[in-house]
């Protein structure tokens, strides 16, 4: 079973049919407005060709508010129209942006031995749009000694080389920190295929300056195995569609439980601003893939940057696309690294910042959040995994053990007395 995805632009004349429908049990249409992500509708055509008339009557189904703005201005049916608005969004009213505010952007991949993904992905920002932005690409290895990385990178001249010798990926994220030369930061990973729209999007919040982190709609690339499939059941990386804005209200809404900043996406598609790291300290090199905690470095450097009273933004305009992982067996342990890394995450809260809603979390919301998917599973309400259930049970529950060997190792690598969090701040010039 495979779904076949698909980007579909309203404002141009819809497709008399999809390509190649007829070899997929399900079809999802991506779709855009101005070339900016709006929805997705999923068709289940069981094998069979997906029409025209099928096309338009499950989009205006499903988008019909957005279908009937484009019928308004464009006056025609085949929503057609010759002008492409590759900014055509507007920003949430609560910020107050600087007008045409611009900036130097450091795009950031940290990667370990993978060169193929790697490729594709520096090849899709050879396309990006610079505008009136100052651009530059920084990649950081975190294994040299193999020379995969290294080859690739020597394929792309205009892009910049770094080495970071200690495994996991929140050293890297700080080794492109210190080298990145732009006020903005941002994080790719390097799985991802970047539009060349990109840019202008992920940087437009930032021009008001109470905005300190903007994170992106991080779609998928394909959905062609069970285990890309299950992974969006999961939830996977999107974080919907429309604008958010995270502040006070969001950090404190609360008194029992946790900071969710896990709803703010994750640094396969994010930017920072550099300076706010003087303030909230660097990535937590505890956390992250690479480490026995497995992740969790990006969500503790949101719960910092809210936690010292600065707005962060989500912003879907500024998509990327994300190739999921294809074999069941990388999903599984995927899915353990993410709850291993969940408990670790919210125990540094507990440990350095004295957030004692955690506690809540672990004795109640964590469980009883369990037991209900669970029970949807046993009910035929959910078609996910319970095999995979079990893996994010048992990921949890491996999490305080996890956070022990990575401060552990921490320790080992940097002295006794290094502070995961802060250090090396003197080196970071705003």
């Not at 949430?92 to 490729?119: E, H, M, N």
């Not at 930061?185 to 060349?196: K, L």
Request: with cysteine.
């Amino acid at each position: 079973m495979a779904t076949k995805v698909v980007s579909l632009e309203l404002t141009h004349a819809l497709p008399l049919s999809i390509a190649g429908a007829e070899n997929y049990a399900c079809v999802r249409l991506i779709v855009m407005r101005r070339g900016v992500p709006i929805g997705h509708v999923d068709i289940d055509n069981h094998y069979t060709p997906v029409q025209h008339e099928q096309i338009v009557a499950e989009v205006v189904r499903y988008m019909s508010t957005a279908l009937v703005e484009d019928y308004e201005e464009t006056g025609q049916d085949s929503l057609s129209s010759d002008e492409s608005d590759k900014e055509g969004y507007s920003l949430l009213a609560d910020l107050k942006p600087q007008p045409g505010k611009s900036f130097f952007l450091s795009i950031v991949v940290c990667t370990r031995d993978r060169p193929q993904d790697l490729r594709n992905c520096l090849k899709s920002m050879r396309l990006l749009e610079q505008g009136r932005h100052r651009l530059e690409v920084i990649v950081v290895d975190n294994n040299p000694a193999s020379g995969q990385t290294r080859a690739v990178v020597d394929e792309f001249p205009e892009v910049r080389y770094e080495v970071e010798l200690r495994p996991g990926v929140a050293y890297a994220r700080n080794q492109g920190l210190r080298a990145a030369k732009g006020d903005i930061v941002a994080y790719i990973d390097d799985d991802v295929t970047v539009p060349a729209c990109w840019p202008a999007r992920i940087l437009a919040p930032f021009a008001d300056h109470r905005v300190m982190c903007v994170s992106g709609l991080v779609l998928p690339l394909e959905m062609e195995t069970p285990s890309q499939e299950f992974f969006e059941l999961y939830g996977g990386l999107s974080r919907g569609y429309q604008p958010r804005l995270f502040d006070d209200n969001f950090f404190n809404r609360s008194r029992r439980h946790v900071v969710p900043t896990w709803e703010l996406g994750g640094t396969a598609n994010v930017a920072i601003r550099k300076a706010v790291t003087r303030e909230t300290g660097m990535f937590d090199e505890t956390l992250g893939p690479g480490l026995p905690t497995g992740v969790g470095e990006d969500i503790y450097m949101f719960y910092r940057i809210l936690r010292f009273g600065h707005l962060c933004y989500y912003e879907p305009a500024a998509y990327v696309w994300h190739k999921h992982r294809r074999e069941m067996s990388a999903l599984a342990r995927q899915l353990y690294s993410y709850s291993k890394g969940q408990t670790s995450y919210q125990l540094r809260t507990l440990v350095s910042d004295n957030d004692k809603r955690v506690i809540f979390q672990f004795l109640w919301d964590l469980p009883s959040w369990h037991v209900h998917r669970i029970w949807d599973i046993v009910r035929g309400r959910s078609k996910y995994p319970l095999k995979l259930v079990v893996e994010e049970i048992r990921g949890n529950l491996m999490g305080p053990y996890a956070f022990y060997k990575a401060n552990k190792m921490h320790r080992e690598l940097n002295g006794p007395n290094s502070n995961p969090i802060t250090s090396d701040l003197v080196s970071i010039e705003d």
